[in-house]
């Protein structure tokens, strides 16, 4: 799933089906390659409020909706000192991508997750050079990448540089091509 369905999602507690706010935000935890925690802003447009859902207090990430259990998950807001150390989406989505070898491929475009367990399943990167509206994306698997910092995520060069097949550069082999 892209990371970016969730913003704006409704997050509903069982407990008394009430709508706690909306998915404003998502933090990664690099270490665990997976969602950390979700911003959850409730109120109007001028004000409101915005507080922070961990993972761990979510019990299920649907089409339509992040449900959890109660009002009590709802924790402090995401600039407390505790969430500082997770980047958000957009932060991660802004990372430039180079290779190893030290070229640059492009840009993170999103996250890809796991919707049932929160784990980063890969990167989604625009290479570099593309422009316009039909620019192709590259799927890259999270096992591939070496390192994801603050200022760039780093891939191996096979991934980097695949061979192009019919003029169309693939971050990895199509099904047809790993079977043999």
Known sequence: MDAKRLKGMPVVAIEGGEQLGTVRDILFSIDDRAIQAFSV???GLIGGTTNVVERRDVQSIGPDAVMVQSRAVLQGDETE????QYPSLSEIGSLKVVSEDGSRVGSVATVLVDEQSGVITGLEIVRAGFTGPFRPNV???IDTVISIGRDAVVIPA?????PAEGGQPEATPGPEESQG
């Open 139 to 141: 799927s890259v698997p």
């Open 41 to 43: 802003h409730s109120g």
């Open 158 to 162: 096979q991934i980097a540089h695949p």
């Open 81 to 84: 000192h505790r969430y500082r």
